[in-house]
C-alpha cells in the first residue's frame, strides 16, 4: 500500500514563498520518475514539476525559474520549494508517483504515467 501524503500549501501574498513537501510511505512504487501537479477550479490537472531519479528535472513554462523540484530519498520526501508567486499559481497541488519505471516514459508531466496521488494541499496567492 502506498501513501502520498502533502503538506506546506497555505495563503500568501503575490512575491510571497511557500515549500510543499510529499511525505511517502509503502514500497510499491517507482522513484524512476515523480511529479508535482496542480488543479485550479474549472480547470485540468497539469503538471508543475517532475524529477528523475538521476536527478534531474523538468518544469512547466509557467513555474520555470520560480518553481524548484527536490527530493530527499533517505526520508522518502519529495519537495517543492514555490518562490516569487503568483494569483495565477492558487490551485491545489498534488504528488504523484508510477508504480513503475516504464510508466515515466509516457511523459513525466502526463497523469497517465502515474499511478498514487496524494490529496492534495491547498496554496492560495493573493
Known amino acids: 500500500h502506498v501513501q502520498l501524503v502533502e503538506s506546506g500549501g497555505g495563503s500568501v501574498q503575490a512575491g510571497g514563498s511557500l515549500r510543499l513537501s510529499c511525505a511517502a510511505s509503502?514500497?510499491?512504487?517507482?522513484?524512476?520518475?515523480m511529479g508535482w501537479f496542480r488543479q485550479a477550479p474549472g480547470k485540468e490537472r497539469e503538471g508543475v514539476a517532475g524529477i528523475y531519479s538521476d536527478g534531474s528535472t523538468s518544469y512547466a513554462d509557467s513555474v520555470k525559474g520560480r518553481f524548484t523540484i527536490s527530493q530527499d530519498n533517505a526520508k522518502n520526501t519529495l519537495y517543492l520549494q514555490m518562490n516569487s508567486l503568483k494569483p495565477e499559481d492558487t490551485a491545489m497541488y498534488y504528488c504523484?508517483?508510477?508504480?513503475?519505471?516504464?510508466?515515466?516514459?509516457?511523459?513525466?508531466?502526463?497523469?497517465?504515467?502515474?499511478?498514487?496521488w496524494g490529496k492534495g494541499t491547498q496554496v492560495t496567492v493573493s
Open positions: 504523484a508517483v508510477p508504480l513503475s519505471a516504464s510508466h515515466c516514459y509516457r511523459g513525466i508531466f502526463s497523469p497517465r504515467a502515474y499511478t498514487y
Open positions: 509503502g514500497n510499491t512504487y517507482s522513484r524512476y520518475c
